[in-house]
């Protein structure tokens, strides 16, 4: 296994520093336990109806549900560690634990659902909107594009084998339309765009800024959809997030650029801005930077922390569905950020050139992470030598300004 390989190598196995209570998220209370409600459900139930013993052996901790230890895993450090074991575990929920709950996510500009499971877990589904072979048309602007629910998959395996981990786990799942959405919704706005299509296929398509009528419907076959299923980081009201405008953010206009496209300086000025002027939060966004030209993903205009860290903590990948729409032509204007800035982390650099190397090559390395999914192929055969090409073309930029 390439990927197992991968994850053995020196450079994947580079200590994080210490962590301390004030660098977790949240710190667990030893009185709160959860427990099954019978021997025959899934439901949990919390300390307050728990028995009052604990299993022998057993711990607080032991007690929770996987999306739970996940989000008590969270630190200042990284999302969830290289070796976590509970990884597997939270992918298998995700794509098998029954659904309990569904409605729309309120807000964005393409239809996405919350979907709750009998655990209290909850996960942002993002359904199918087009086939894994098509391209985004070469006439499309960037923020007009469809979301990919396979590009948040392949974007969270990437981010991975990058060594970031800043992409809550995703997992991607066969949903019926009928009995996992139209059946179960509360959301009133949602039931009244259900219907059957003139081939006898469940189809809806909710409320939203854009593709939400009935000639971009969703329709199952007859009433299977597939979709990308992410885990949720824990409620805004428990963990704040600031979100941060990006210092390359496009803009957004059909015919205005922004200034970072007209000035070949303009990093000089964001190295002087805080939270770019000291610290490592520059050296991050040019990892996502680096993340996003591999994808392919014209859209990052913002991205968010985790406020009880302050400013020395790692950047949040989220919202990767407009990545890996097109595997026949590279954005290099992605790549601003590392061209004007030429900063790049070290280990991160050195990671690059390790994926660019034949044992370790990065599309194979993808390739064998993405089979796992329930939806494997994930990402067409093209896309895979896409990543090979752009990651080529990361190392040309890095070596022009080691040249400088």
Known sequence: SKLEALFEHPLYNIPVPEVTEKDKLFVINPTEKFSLHSSRSDEWVSSSKA???LPTGKTVYDTYPT???FHVGINRYE???RRDPLLPTLLRDLATQRIVSSVQKSGGTQLKLIMTFPNYGQALFKPMKQTRDQETPIDFFYFSDFERHNAEIAAFHLDRILDFRRIPPVSGRLVNITKEIRDITTDKKLAKTFFISPAGNV??????SYYCSTEHALCGKPDQLEGSMAALLPDKTLAKRRSWRSPWRRSYHKS???EWELNPNYCAQVRETPPYDRGHRLLDLIDMTILDFLMGNMDRHHYETFEKFGNDTFLLHLDNGRGFGTHSRDEPSILAPL???CSIKRSTYLRLQLLATQPYRLSDVLREALAADPLAPVLAEPHLRALDR???KVLVAVGHCLAR
């Open 339 to 341: 061209q004007q800035c």
């Open 67 to 69: 999306w739970l230890k």
């Open 79 to 81: 999302l969830y560690p």
């Open 51 to 53: 028995e009052t013993l």
């Open 390 to 392: 752009r990651l080529g």
């Open 203 to 208: 189809c809806f398509y909710g409320e939203c």
């Open 256 to 258: 205005k650029k922004a």
